[in-house]
């Protein structure tokens, strides 16, 4: 009998598995087709304070082992968030989410995150200062120290739950950023944010994206995800939530060898919309497989010393 069960920010999860945000609506759909309290728990889409439609389309794109998007922050507005998406969310599901919060300002970024940490599902806000396909706002405050404390200090002013925040990979070194999201009072960060990416329509000339770039996700960037894990493992004493390109249990146990304490799956859920169900269904046999009795154990168990 093997035991899946971490503890994220003080949160209790009866398994690391976590669908990413923006690779699961609000869940509703998800728990159409199967009952979605398997999950450890999982993030909703970024949210900004009004409603967005996003980026024009084309805004998927085809790559080789995984997918570009630049869907450009579509969501309802938290207002919406609130009064329909989590209420309807209650119905089915009675665990916690994180709040994954978007912003264009660090005003926006505050009112928002203090809007969703009233919520009772809301289990932990995510500060999403890593979205590659918006201008003005979320990767541009995550490329710079300064601009990732600077949000991360002022939204831990307005909430009482864990913040978490989502890194990009878009940087030269990422330690650096990470270390200031601690050193600001981050309880946690979750990485990788998509990695920006194009594709090129060569009949048409042009790029096959509306807004020419997008973040690619899926298999492809797996190793890079995981090295980007190690390294703030080793740089921060946060809890880390390793994500980018996850697809099997192995790939969990990896992540959490590197210094995971959850694993964010995102892509995976889109092409294979009980991926995260199947995962969690099958870590327990690769943990056997690895003489692992508890997960928690082999957090970080990758490093020496
Ligand atoms: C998007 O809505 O463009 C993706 C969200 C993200 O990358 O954070």
């Not at 650096?176 to 960060?189: E, F, Q």
């Not at 790939?251 to 590197?258: N, R």
Request: net charge negative; with cysteine.
């Amino acid at each position: 009998m093997v035991n899946t069960a971490v503890n994220l920010c003080g949160v209790e999860l009866e398994n690391p598995v976590i669908p990413a945000s923006g690779a699961f609506g609000y869940g509703r759909e998800f728990a159409e087709i199967y009952d979605i309290n398997c999950l450890g728990a999982f993030a909703i889409k970024g949210t900004t304070a009004y409603p967005r439609f996003g980026n024009p389309t084309p805004r998927i794109a085809d790559a080789p082992g995984g997918m570009l998007n630049s869907v450009g922050l579509q969501n309802p507005g938290v207002e919406d968030v609130v009064n329909v998406e989590l209420p309807a969310l209650a119905k089915v599901y009675s665990k916690k989410v994180l709040a994954n919060v978007c912003g264009f300002s660090i005003g926006e970024y505050v009112s928002v995150a203090e809007r969703l940490d009233a919520e009772d599902i809301v289990g932990w806000i995510e500060l999403n200062v890593s979205c590659p396909n918006v201008h003005g706002g979320g990767m541009s405050f995550g490329a710079c120290c300064e601009g990732a404390a600077a949000v991360t200090r002022e939204v831990k002013r307005v909430t009482k739950k864990p913040v978490i925040v989502k890194l990009t990979p878009n940087v030269t070194d990422i330690v650096p950023i990470a270390r200031a999201c601690a050193d600001a009072g981050a309880d946690g960060l979750s990485l990788i944010n998509t990695v920006l990416a194009m594709r090129i329509d060569p009949a048409a000339r042009r790029p096959v994206l509306a807004n020419v770039t997008g973040g690619l996700s899926g298999g492809a960037v797996f190793p890079i995800a995981l090295r980007m894990v190690y390294q703030v493992y080793e740089a921060v004493d946060i809890p880390i939530v390793g994500m980018g390109g996850v697809s099997t249990a192995r790939d969990v146990i990896e992540m959490m060898l590197a210094g995971a304490t959850a694993v964010g799956v995102g892509a995976a859920n889109l092409t294979n919309p009980f991926a995260a169900k199947e995962i969690i269904e099958a870590l327990p046999a690769e943990m056997e497989k690895y003489g692992i009795t508890n997960l928690v154990d082999i957090i970080g168990g990758a490093h020496n010393g």
